[in-house]
C-alpha cells in the first residue's frame, strides 16, 4: 500500500475502483482523481500496473493507495473494504470493475462448464453484490444526510440488451448483475444508490485483432462506441448524480439498438 502524504479534509470524496490496476478500471480512477476524488486502487494481480496508478493518481495532487485482494475469495472481499474504508472514512463511491471474461459457448467446442460458471459468478457477481452490502453498511453507520447520497456503479455490457450465445458463462455473471441493481437500489435506500454501467465495445479484447477492433467499433448507430474515456466520465457524472438509483446507463454509441446472433469480435476478421 502507498498513501500519498496529503489528508483528506473535511469535504472531500473518496472511491473504491476494483481492477483499477489495468484497462478501464484504470480509467476511471484516474478520472475520478482529476475530478477532485482520493482514490483507492484495487488490484488482483497486477500489482505493478496499479503501483503506477497509484502514482499517476498522487501526480494530481490527490491521495491514493494500492490494494491487493482476490475477489474469488469471499473473506478477502470483506477484508479489502475494510482496510479500504479504515484509509479512506470519506468513502464515498465505489465502482465494481473488475470482471473475468472467458469464452464458452453451449453449442461449441468450449461449452460451459461448472467450473467456468462459477468463477464468473464468484468475480461478475457474489464479489460487488458483497462489496456493495459492505458499502451500506459502512454508509448507514454514518448516520450522515450528505448533499450528494453514496453510490455503487455496477459495470455492466450493452450485450444484455440483445443477448447472443457467446460468452455464456460471462453473459450470464452480468445478467444477474444487472438484476441486482433494481433491488439492492430499493433495500439500500436512502442510505446507498445502486446504478448499472455498461459499456459498449471499448478495448480489445482476447485474441482479437486491432483491425477486427477498429472495425467493430464501427458498428453502432453513431459510427463509434464508447471509448475509455467516454466510460470513465460517465462513472464520475453518476457518482454525482443524486437522483439517478436503480436504473442502468448505457455507453456506447447505440450498440445495444443492433441486434446481433453473434459477439462483435466474431463479426469482424
Not at 127 to 134: D, F, H, T, V
Not at 193 to 202: D, E, M, Q, S, Y
Request: with cysteine; hydrophobic share 40%; charged share 15%.
Amino acid at each position: 500500500m502507498s498513501p500519498s502524504s496529503t489528508h483528506p479534509s473535511e469535504h472531500q470524496k473518496a472511491v473504491l475502483v476494483t481492477g483499477a490496476g489495468k484497462r478501464l478500471g484504470r480509467e476511471i480512477a484516474l478520472q475520478f482523481a482529476r475530478q477532485g476524488w482520493d482514490v483507492a486502487v484495487h488490484y488482483g494481480r497486477s500489482q505493478l500496473e496499479a503501483e503506477k496508478t497509484v502514482a499517476e493518481i498522487q501526480g494530481l495532487g490527490m491521495r491514493s493507495s494500492a490494494f491487493q485482494a482476490d475477489l474469488a475469495i469471499e473473506n478477502s472481499v470483506g477484508s479489502l473494504f475494510a482496510e479500504v474504508s479504515r484509509q479512506f472514512p470519506h468513502l464515498h463511491c465505489l465502482v465494481n470493475s473488475a470482471s473475468i471474461f472467458q469464452y464458452d459457448r453451449a453449442n461449441s467446442n468450449t461449452p460451459l462448464s461448472g467450473k467456468s460458471l462459477l468463477d464468473h459468478l464468484q468475480v461478475n457477481l457474489l464479489a460487488p453484490i458483497l462489496l456493495a452490502q459492505c458499502m451500506f453498511a459502512f454508509q448507514k453507520e454514518k448516520k450522515q444526510t450528505p448533499d450528494v447520497v453514496p453510490s455503487v456503479i455496477q459495470l455492466l455490457d450493452q450485450k444484455l440488451i440483445n443477448l447472443n450465445p457467446d460468452y455464456l458463462s460471462y453473459t450470464l455473471s452480468k445478467a444477474a448483475l444487472a438484476s441486482s441493481v433494481e433491488a439492492l437500489a430499493m433495500d439500500f435506500a436512502p442510505y446507498l444508490r445502486v446504478v448499472g454501467l455498461a459499456p459498449g465495445i471499448t478495448l480489445l479484447s482476447g485474441d482479437q485483432s486491432q483491425q477486427g477492433f477498429t472495425q467493430a467499433h464501427k458498428m453502432t448507430p453513431l459510427g463509434k462506441s464508447s471509448t475509455p474515456a467516454d466510460i470513465a466520465s460517465a462513472a464520475v457524472f453518476l457518482a454525482n448524480a443524486n437522483a439517478i438509483t436503480g436504473t442502468t446507463l448505457y455507453v456506447d454509441g447505440g450498440q445495444h439498438l443492433l441486434p446481433s446472433s453473434r459477439d462483435v469480435m466474431f463479426k469482424t476478421n
